[in-house]
């Protein structure tokens, strides 16, 4: 009788414990994926002000300079942001889609040419020639979307 | 006394038309084709700008305060909606006045949204987008779609009801809005605008969406 209540008590803490470690587990990732989120606001921040400059009769260069050098480092901090199990199986709201670690290998190729296009983008702004600094968006963006069609869930 | 007269002017048929046919563009040219998402846009905005114009110095049958009416009217005219007879309106009948009005409203709020709107990466946007943050623009993006959402409703709703009066009401609304002509029982006088005035109301219309699609900068 006494051996029974106590494994009952210990089925108790066993059962109350489980939830816990999920959510401890599903807490790791959920920080995980606010932040590459939080980055990528960011990041889209950052090209709106390119974009924003660029079309306006007296663009602010301070603005260009500055965001142009957010979306090379914001690019940098979020690459690394992927470990396995931050995809949809954390169970968290994230559009982050499973191909990314079914071809790991494309999704890096694909960032590290992301990158090299925001490099060349902080190259470009340097000479002042919002035409330049469009088109240099121009290409950044088309390695964005190429991305984001595949590993991105679009709505 | 049944007869045969012309309702509807020139302008106010062909900003109908050419919405049908620049809400279906825009629909599919959303996704790949944001350059062509955006003159049809302004092209819209253009088309708004001189309707709502033409509802206080258009004809008689587009002007507002000829097809705007009191509740009571509308509900007075709700029973006559079982009956096969026909209209005894010219024009707009008390419903359809309002369905106009709604109509055009969803539109306002649909072009509202997009000229602020950014996309999810900031790579494409509205040409008033720059005069918000990236955040407020992302909340416009969500308007513009949520406000897509009910303009489908209110158009379907619109199409089921020109069906309704062609098939049970025997009124073909189609043909009027194309030929401009129906009938009508009453002897309603109506005016139709001159075309100095629709050549002043279309320049204002399309230097005020030109000026918008520019971001208001000239």
């Not at chain 1, 816990?20 to 587990?25: D, E, F, L, N």
């Not at chain 1, 959920?30 to 990041?43: D, V």
């Not at chain 1, 709106?48 to 965001?67: G, Y």
């Not at chain 2, 629909?27 to 998402?37: C, L, P, R």
Request: glycine share 6%; with cysteine.
């Amino acid at each position: 009788m006494g051996l029974a209540k106590h494994k009952r008590l210990l089925l108790g803490v066993f059962l109350a414990f489980t939830p816990i470690a999920a959510i401890c587990q599903s807490a790791e990732y959920t920080e995980i994926i606010e932040q590459r989120q939080a980055l990528y606001r960011e990041i889209g921040t950052a090209v709106k002000a390119i974009r924003d400059e660029t079309r306006k009769s007296a663009p602010m260069n301070f603005v260009i300079k500055s965001s142009v050098k957010r979306i090379a480092s914001g690019l940098r901090e979020v690459q690394p942001m992927f470990p396995e199990g931050s995809g949809p199986e954390a169970g968290i709201e994230t559009k982050a889609l499973e191909s990314i670690w079914k071809n790991k290998a494309e999704f890096e190729s694909r960032y590290t040419k992301a990158i090299e296009q925001a490099d060349k983008l902080v190259l470009v702004a340097k000479q002042k020639d919002m035409k330049k600094t469009r088109a240099q968006l121009k290409s950044l963006g088309r390695e964005c979307k190429g991305c984001h069609d595949k590993f991105r869930f679009d709505e | 006394m049944n007869q045969v007269r012309k309702i509807w002017d020139a302008p106010t048929r062909l900003v109908h038309w050419a919405l049908v046919v620049l809400i279906p563009f825009s629909w599919w040219t959303h996704d790949d084709h944001m350059d062509w998402h955006l003159m049809s846009g302004y092209a819209v905005l253009g088309l708004l700008i001189f309707r709502l114009l033409w509802g206080f110095v258009g004809s008689t049958t587009a002007r507002f305060t000829h097809f705007v009416r009191a509740p009571g009217e509308v509900l007075g005219y709700l029973p006559s909606l079982l009956t096969r007879e026909r209209s005894q309106f010219t024009g707009h009948n008390p419903l359809g006045g309002w369905s106009s009005l709604v109509l055009l409203f969803a539109l306002l709020s649909q072009l509202v949204s997009g000229l602020f709107a950014v996309d999810v990466d900031g790579l494409e946007s509205g040409p008033l987008s720059y005069r918000v943050d990236f955040d407020l623009a992302r909340q416009f993006a969500n308007w513009h779609e949520t406000s897509f959402i009910v303009l489908q409703v209110l158009i379907v709703v619109h199409i089921a009801a020109v069906l309704f009066y062609l098939v049970y009401k025997r009124s073909n609304l189609i043909r009027s809005m194309i030929t401009g002509s129906g009938i009508s029982n009453d002897a309603q006088p109506i005016t139709f605008a001159s075309w100095w005035r629709i050549g002043c109301v279309t320049i204002v219309a399309v230097f005020v969406a030109w000026w918008v699609a520019a971001g208001f900068q000239l």
